[in-house]
């Protein structure tokens, strides 16, 4: 059955490359990207991949910086207006866009951009689009000749995840960027954990997954200068994770892609234990409490 699938930075890296694979197998997809020029042409590249697969699919993107968390808010309305006129349900919605080293660490606001982009805004849109996933689910359930699948949520974790400060999230403790990333990430996973309880009466299925470490994506190569993996290895399991009947009744899990071989290896890992505080109600309770207070005037 052909989904519709929505990637957050998805004009690089895995994003991109996953965009593509999904096209190609002759889905629906919306790209988002920060630039208006690149989000163009990313478009235009996934739509030639999808013609010369000889499928016939919609492509299109949103704008929007997500270091900004009124971009998400405004990218969230865009969504919902264009996919409501249009009759349009999300099946998937892939939180793939991150940051880990930047030029500037604190936003306007004084909050460190990791957990800005990779964690909060994330937080923001999904919540934000969930009427629309609800709409897909139940739409499926009604359809004959539909694969009964849930809408599913992927969100992309790390093998690197840390303790979070509720100091750091507000921005009055500073962090090394290590740190701010690996905590950025632990706060993602949590909430995913929280974010499957909160959906599976919406038959919603939600799965944190780390990709592989040091993909040879941008991102690796400017934090260290090097990589492990090729990064097909990230993209094929997002893919996966997207789309296969599989995993179509996994939610609530955490996925871990170095775990077959090890972090040097490209063979696909398996359902694995994130760091041990994705797995303590009482402490994602808190953090799910703190998140909704930094967030308040937001929402």
Not at 14 to 42: E, F, P, S, W
Not at 83 to 95: E, K, R
Not at 145 to 160: E, V
Not at 171 to 191: I, R, V
């Amino acid at each position: 059955m052909q989904k519709t699938i929505l990637i957050t930075g998805s004009t690089d890296g895995i994003g991109k490359l996953a965009a593509i694979k999904l096209a190609q197998l002759g889905h629906n997809i919306y790209l988002h990207g920060r630039d208006t020029n690149k989000l163009a042409d990313v478009i235009a590249e996934v739509k030639i991949a999808a013609i010369q697969a000889n499928q016939q699919v919609d492509v299109d993107g949103f704008v929007a910086d997500f270091a900004s968390l009124t971009d998400v808010q405004h990218m969230a309305d865009a969504v919902t207006s264009k996919f409501t006129a249009a009759g349009i349900d999300l099946d998937v919605l892939i939180n793939n866009a991150g940051v880990f080293k930047v030029a500037n660490a604190q936003t306007e606001t004084g909050v460190d951009v990791r957990f800005v982009v990779n964690y909060f805004a994330p937080y923001l849109l999904t919540q934000a689009l969930l009427p629309l996933m609800s709409a897909s689910a139940v739409k499926e359930s009604n359809d004959t000749l539909s694969d009964g699948m849930p809408a599913r949520i992927i969100n992309l974790s790390s093998a690197a995840q840390q303790v979070v400060s509720p100091q750091a999230m507000t921005g009055h403790k500073k962090l090394p960027d290590q740190d701010a990333y690996a905590q950025s990430k632990l706060a993602l996973t949590m909430w995913s954990m929280a974010l499957a309880e909160q959906v599976k009466a919406d038959d919603i299925n939600v799965i944190a997954v780390n990709p592989g470490s040091l993909l040879n994506t941008r991102m690796a190569n400017d934090a260290y200068g090097q990589h492990w993996s090729p990064a097909n290895k990230g993209a094929d399991i997002l893919v996966s994770l997207a789309i296969a009947d599989e995993f179509a009744s996994e939610t609530g899990r955490y996925f871990d892609n170095d775990i077959k071989d090890g972090e040097h290896g490209d063979e696909r890992g398996e359902f694995g234990t994130p760091h041990s505080d994705a797995l303590n109600k009482t402490a994602i309770a808190k953090l799910m409490q703190h998140t909704q207070q930094i967030l308040t005037p937001t929402l």
